[in-house]
T-cell receptor, first 112, second 112 residues
Framework: GAVVSQHPSRVICKSGTSVKIECRSLDFQATTMFWYRQFPKQSLMLMATSNEGSKATYEQGVEKDKFLINHASLTLSTLTVTSAHPEDSSFYIC????????FGPGTRLTVT | EDQVTQSPEALRLQEGESSSLNCSYTVSGLRGLFWYRQDPGKGPEFLFTLYSAGEEKEKERLKATLTKKESSLHITAPKPEDSATYLCAVHAPNQAGTALIFGKGTTLSVSS
C-alpha cells in the first residue's frame, strides 16, 4: 500500500518549452501533496505544498509563475515547468501525505 | 532557523561491520523525526517515524532511536544491499501544512 507514482520518469525538453509532471497517489487519497527538487549530491528541497482544491503555497525563492502546481483531485497533483531553461534541469520528486509522507520515484528533467 | 544535520556524510563498511548514522536537529516543537532510504535516481523510501525521546523502532537490520536533540540509525551486520543514502527529516510547519526538512544524508557503501 501507500504507492505514489510520477510520470514521466525522464523528460528532455528544449529551452523555452513547458513540461508537465504528474504525481498520483495510487491507493490512498491525499489532501496534501508536496513537490521537492533535488540537485546532484544534494538533499531534497521543498518547492511547494499543494492542497486539493486550493492554491499551492510556494517556498521562498520559488517562482510561482514558473512552477505551476495544480491539485485537481485527491489523487493527482501536477507540476508544470513553464519556459524551461537549462538551470531548471534537476530531479523533481513529489510526495503525498497519507498516514506518513510517501514519495514518488522522481522525474529527471533535462533542459537543452 | 530549523536545521537538520547528518553525519558522517559518507560511510564505508565491510559486510557484517555494524555502525551508526547520526542526525541532529534544531526545531521548535518537534512533531516527528523521519528516516528514509534513497537509492540513486529514485525517490525516498519511508523507513521510520519517531515522535518522542526514548522511542526506538526496528526493521530488519536497522534500528532507529531518538533523544531530545538527535536520532541515530544503527545498522547491524550490514549487507551490500543496504548500500544507499539514508536521509533524516523533521516535520516543520509551513503555511499550508506540514512539510519535511531534510538533512543532506549519509551515503552508506557496504562491500562484501
Amino acid at each position: 500500500g501507500a504507492v505514489v507514482s510520477q510520470h514521466p520518469s525522464r523528460v528532455i525538453c528544449k529551452s523555452g518549452t513547458s513540461v508537465k509532471i504528474e504525481c498520483r497517489s495510487l491507493d490512498f487519497q491525499a489532501t496534501t501533496m508536496f513537490w521537492y527538487r533535488q540537485f546532484p549530491k544534494q538533499s531534497l528541497m521543498l518547492m511547494a505544498t499543494s492542497n486539493e482544491g486550493s492554491k499551492a503555497t510556494y517556498e521562498q525563492g520559488v517562482e510561482k509563475d514558473k512552477f505551476l502546481i495544480n491539485h485537481a483531485s485527491l489523487t493527482l497533483s501536477t507540476l508544470t515547468v513553464t519556459s524551461a531553461h537549462p538551470e531548471d534541469s534537476s530531479f523533481y520528486i513529489c510526495s503525498a501525505k497519507g498516514i506518513e509522507q510517501y514519495f514518488g520515484p522522481g522525474t529527471r528533467l533535462t533542459v537543452t | 532557523e530549523d536545521q537538520v544535520t547528518q553525519s558522517p556524510e559518507a560511510l564505508r563498511l565491510q559486510e557484517g561491520e555494524s555502525s551508526s548514522l547520526n542526525c541532529s536537529y534544531t526545531v521548535s516543537g518537534l512533531r516527528g523525526l523521519f528516516w528514509y532510504r534513497q537509492d540513486p535516481g529514485k525517490g525516498p523510501e519511508f523507513l521510520f517515524t519517531l515522535y518522542s525521546a526514548g522511542e526506538e523502532k526496528e526493521k530488519e537490520r536497522l534500528k532507529a532511536t531518538l533523544t531530545k536533540k538527535e536520532s541515530s540509525l544503527h545498522i547491524t551486520a550490514p549487507k551490500p544491499e543496504d548500500s544507499a543514502t539514508y536521509l533524516c527529516a523533521v516535520h516543520a510547519p509551513n503555511q499550508a501544512g506540514t512539510a519535511l526538512i531534510f538533512g543532506k544524508g549519509t551515503t552508506l557503501s557496504v562491500s562484501s
